[in-house]
């Protein structure tokens, strides 16, 4: 079987990497680049477009590390949060204590179709464009006023739109 044909390697390495180092009494902490669509975590604490999360088994609760994606419930400043990473946003998995782990190589599977994507953000675009106001929030009404007005691209008014629904 070729590789292509194959399911990612992702998501095996991660419960590998997560249960070495737990059973080694090791912090795991997983790098996480925040600025792919599905990925779920408090941006407020986002840098450079990453965030590591402490995946501990005493610092989150119901943890999930799925063939898809990994999730839990965890508390960030004190606030409750679920977290969602699909597994193409994960960067890599290592010991805060000693940095042991590993950094994931690119997969085709996980290669984003940037013009699928595109696509897609001008159809959801025009559909909220195109939507009686009566249909949309208040604030999405606002937002398509000022995009008559030249005053907010079209992207940011699909990433609001996305927000608020």
């Known amino acids: 079987m070729d590789m292509e044909n194959m399911t990612p390697r992702r998501p095996y390495l991660v419960r590998a990497f997560y249960d070495w180092l737990v059973d080694n009494d090791l912090t795991p902490h997983l790098v996480v ?9 408090p941006m407020e604490f986002v840098t450079d477009g990453q965030i590591v999360l402490n995946i501990a088994p005493r610092a989150v609760g119901n943890l999930e590390l799925g063939n898809e994606a990994v999730s839990f419930s965890a508390r960030f400043s004190g606030r409750p949060h679920t977290v969602i990473v699909p597994l193409y946003a994960a960067v890599a998995i290592y010991a805060r204590e000693n940095g042991a782990g590993t950094m994931f190589e690119p ?24 939507a009686p106001e009566e249909k949309v929030s208040p604030l999405v009404t606002v937002l398509k006023r000022a995009m008559k007005h030249q ?8 990433d609001v739109q996305v927000c608020v629904l």
């Open 107 to 130: 997969e085709a599977a996980y290669e984003i179709d940037e013009q699928a994507m595109e696509q897609d953000n001008d159809a959801e675009f025009e559909a909220i464009v195109e």
């Open 33 to 41: 680049d925040a600025t792919l669509p599905g990925v779920k975590v």
């Open 151 to 158: 005053t907010m691209n079209r992207h940011a008014l699909v």
